[in-house]
């Protein structure tokens, strides 16, 4: 394994390398084996989503060699006004018209490109060791990488106690992310989920229902793979892409063809059809007992008339109960039906660094009114707001 760069810590051995030095090796499988995305899904975003971010992995040993942990970090440069509305955006966008540059950097981010940020300890055991050895590493790496800003990504709530070192002496700040959502679904059917929700949002989704099937017969088919229907269903998810007020990642035709052979075992694509059109796609991964819903996408010509938000979230967890499943998981934003249909919030943190010792906490400061929960009113409704 030759590594790009390599950087002593104070228990060990980093050595950051390219996704092709992994390959093969049981440390690397090992070590998001229990999470719902395992390495075969940092594979297929580091093929799929080339030219968007530059990833790499960082390989730590211990004192004695042993490999206890690979973590996936990757560069980007980041809009740090991306989802900010009202006036600040209005103000950045003026200034970016003669430096285009304006409030953006390199940064270096920790976790995954499209998705929840996860530590890449090989053992649970070990998260702490990893979480404890990673700030000096990262800070080396960024530095040779000429980034300006050290960003951990989207991790999710769990983490916090072990990640609790990185804002006392290690110079982070906590602020929240767009929180995903949760959603218990251990129930025998839809109509059983629907008698626990309040009584105005279960009248109107019947409603909805009602409308809906009242139109052209809508079908439903539930497939692992999707090559042969991506010039339908690619077009629907852009569609969902350019309407989202914030934008990250951009997955590619390869990534929707690729991940039902890279993930049989998990990947469930939901396909609606009207008249014998594509008419909306759902992609969900299957882990555990949870069916995560990863992202939509809907044919805007129909989407409002026929309520289709609402009409594919009933048909897919009509089908993970079906299958027995308990939990259902979905991304971050469109956050008001989620409220009145029972859902909890599922918050996820970043922790960011500056580079520079001065303007780190100038930049702590700043960053917490940048921080993008403050300008979403909907999410100070969810009962369990305080968690943010």
């Given amino acids: 394994m030759e590594p790009e760069l390599t950087v002593p810590f104070s228990e060990g051995l980093a050595k950051i390398v390219r996704l092709g030095a992994l390959r093969g090796s049981d440390f690397w499988k090992a070590a998001f084996a229990n999470q719902s995305k395992d390495h075969r899904y940092y594979e297929l975003i580091d093929r799929t989503l080339t030219g968007q971010f530059d990833h790499y992995y960082i390989v730590l040993e211990d004192r004695t060699g042993k490999v206890r942990a690979v973590q996936p970090v990757f560069l980007v440069r980041q809009n740090l006004v991306e989802g900010i509305p009202g006036k600040i955006r209005a103000i950045v966008?003026?200034?970016?018209?003669?430096?285009?540059?304006?409030?953006?950097?390199?940064?270096?981010?920790?976790?995954?490109?499209?998705?929840?940020?996860?530590?890449?300890a090989i053992?649970?055991?070990?998260?702490?060791?990893?979480?404890?050895?990673?700030?000096?590493?990262?800070?080396?790496?960024?530095?040779?990488?000429?980034?300006?800003?050290?960003?951990?990504?989207?991790?999710?709530?769990r983490y916090r106690p072990v990640l609790a070192g990185l804002t006392g002496n290690n110079n982070y700040v906590r602020v929240p992310s767009m929180p995903m959502t949760h959603l218990r679904i251990?129930?025998?059917?839809?109509?059983?989920?629907?008698?626990?929700?309040?009584?105005?949002?279960?009248?109107?989704?019947?409603?909805?229902?009602?409308?809906?099937?009242?139109?052209?017969?809508?079908?439903?088919?539930?497939?692992?793979?999707?090559?042969?229907?991506?010039?339908?269903?690619?077009?629907?998810y852009l569609q969902v892409h350019e309407r989202s007020p914030m934008k990250f990642e951009l997955l590619t035709r390869e990534f929707f063809i690729e991940i039902g052979k890279t993930m049989p075992d998990r990947a469930r694509s939901f396909i609606w059809r009207q008249s014998g059109k594509i008419i909306a796609f759902s992609l969900c991964l299957v882990s555990g007992d949870t069916i995560h819903d990863e992202c939509l996408g809907l044919d805007y010509e129909v989407a409002f008339e026929l309520h289709l938000y609402f009409y594919t979230l009933r048909d897919v967890i009509s089908w993970a109960m079906s299958q027995g499943l308990r939990a259902y998981s979905s991304g971050p934003l469109n956050y008001d039906p989620k409220l009145h249909l029972g859902h909890e919030l599922a918050p996820l943190d970043l922790y960011v660094m500056h580079l520079r010792r001065g303007l780190n906490p100038i930049f702590q400061f700043a960053v917490k009114y940048l921080e993008p929960t403050r300008h979403d009113p909907v999410l100070k409704k969810f009962p369990n707001a305080g968690e943010l």
């Fill in 186 to 236: 251990d129930y025998n059917n839809f109509n059983e989920y629907l008698a626990q929700i309040g009584y105005v949002s279960r009248k109107s989704l019947r409603r909805k229902f009602r409308k809906t099937e009242r139109a052209a017969r809508i079908e439903v088919e539930v497939a692992t793979g999707i090559e042969r229907w991506i010039d339908e269903i690619y077009p629907l």
């Fill in 123 to 157: 053992e649970s055991g070990d998260e702490p060791w990893l979480a404890k050895a990673l700030p000096s590493i990262l800070r080396s790496f960024a530095k040779h990488q000429k980034a300006s800003l050290i960003v951990w990504k989207d991790f999710p709530a």
């Fill in 93 to 120: 966008d003026l200034v970016r018209k003669k430096f285009p540059r304006f409030l953006t950097m390199r940064v270096l981010m920790i976790g995954s490109a499209a998705g929840e940020g996860q530590l890449g």
